[in-house]
């Protein structure tokens, strides 16, 4: 697994400059989408490729930063590491949509107050996570509690995989039912506001009771989540960079999946076949291999099932009956842009491959993955390429 090369004592310093980076991030986030106003489908594409660039491009500047201050090896192993967590919990975080749609679903949320919800929902998450990831760092000294957290990633895959559609009530909530115990909600918006004045007394508009509903909802997944980064990564630095990364992009990847999440039915089972995948490494694997599963062979076979997951969905499309079915431009816009990410990384693995066959090293890490399981990937992300660029067009031409 790994040891703690970054602990908090010795390089508080990188956490608080990592923190003044995500502040600076945020604020230029909200100071372009300031006013309330619908994110179009096209934007939320452009700000979640971007997002996807700045993690990338950070997993490169945490290789050199590694490579640095201890080695080379140290550099490439905590770099994948970091890409594996954070591919993770961007999968992960798919499934928290899903509950995002109802609940905006239940409570009416107009578009155009959407992003200002999910803002402050990021933020309430990172200092949540923030608290799990390092009571988390403090339990994993203990042998055994790896093996518990194993152990609970096992079940809960398990339980994803079984369980039935979500049901949202908010009701239901013990977190809701005590706040309305101390501040009546008025039964209509009032804007983007959380807090009006009715009368003279001070009311919570529904847009707080969804807020605090998706801030408990995330606190829940939490729970899920930042065990199995734990699951690759030991480093606490590594776990939470992650995470945010993850969360931050979390939004425009939320706009631009919302019309047809449905239709990545089965996206939930190939989620939980990661969740007991990082469980079995935790308890078995990890031991099984002197210590430490190579990184790159798992980052492989996360990417892999994720594609086989919506290779399926597409091929086996789920027969329901949507209530409000998405437009054919968003389906259409939805397809070409999951299309050329899959073409763009089918070519990446092919060049990565082609590299690594004449002893290049493109990128850190690779050389423990092998050329083979490089090209038995660009192939699964160019079946994707085609059948979803292929759909669009036979969707245009209809």
């Not at 995500?22 to 979640?48: E, K, M, N």
């Not at 928290?96 to 109802?102: I, R």
């Not at 259409?332 to 693995?349: C, E, R, Y």
Request: charged share 15%.
């Amino acid at each position: 697994m790994g040891n703690t090369w970054f602990p908090f004592a010795g390089y508080w310093w990188l956490y608080l400059g990592f923190a003044g980076l995500v502040l600076i991030l945020l604020a230029i986030d909200l100071g372009y989408h300031r006013g309330d106003r619908a994110i179009s489908i096209r934007a939320a594409g452009a700000w979640t490729a971007a997002w996807m660039a700045l993690a990338l491009a950070f997993s490169f500047v945490l290789y050199l930063f590694a490579a640095a201050r201890h080695s080379p090896a140290i550099g490439r192993q905590l770099s994948l590491e970091f890409l594996a967590g954070y591919v993770v919990e961007e999968s992960l975080s798919v499934d928290n949509m899903f509950v995002f749609v109802l609940v905006f679903r239940y409570f009416a949320v107009p578009p155009r107050f959407q992003h200002k919800i999910l803002f402050y929902g990021v933020l309430g998450a990172m200092i949540f996570r923030a608290i799990f990831i390092a009571l988390g760092a403090t339990l994993i000294r203990v042998d055994w509690i790896m093996i518990l957290f194993g152990v609970f990633l096992v079940f809960t895959g398990i339980r994803m995989a079984l369980e039935k559609e979500k049901r949202i009530n908010p009701g239901d909530s013990p977190v809701i039912r005590w706040v309305c115990r101390f501040f009546p909600v008025t039964p209509e918006h009032h804007g983007a506001r959380f807090f009006v004045t009715v009368d003279g007394m001070p009311h919570i508009t529904p847009l707080m009771i969804v807020l605090l509903f998706l801030e408990t909802t995330d606190i829940m997944f939490a729970v899920d989540s930042v065990p199995a980064v734990f699951g690759v990564t030991r480093d606490p630095f590594v776990v939470y960079t992650s995470n945010v990364f993850a969360v931050l992009g979390l939004r425009s990847l939320f706009f631009v999946l919302s019309g047809a999440l449905e239709r990545f039915h089965i996206l939930k089972h190939g989620l939980a076949v990661i969740l007991v995948f990082v469980g079995l490494k935790m308890i078995w694997l990890d031991h099984a291999f002197g210590g430490r599963f190579p990184i790159g062979a798992s980052l492989a076979i996360i990417s892999v099932v994720i594609a086989v997951s919506i290779i399926l969905s597409l091929l086996f499309p789920k027969q329901i009956k949507l209530k409000s079915p998405p437009p054919s431009r968003q389906k259409k816009v939805l397809q070409n842009v999951l299309g050329i990410v899959f073409l763009f990384l089918a070519f990446a693995s092919v060049m990565c491959a082609i590299g690594l066959s004449r002893g290049a090293r493109l990128l850190p890490g690779l050389d423990q993955v092998g050329a083979g399981p490089l090209y038995w990937s660009a192939a699964g992300h160019a079946v994707c390429a085609v059948v979803l660029l292929r759909a669009s067009a036979v969707q245009k031409r209809s």
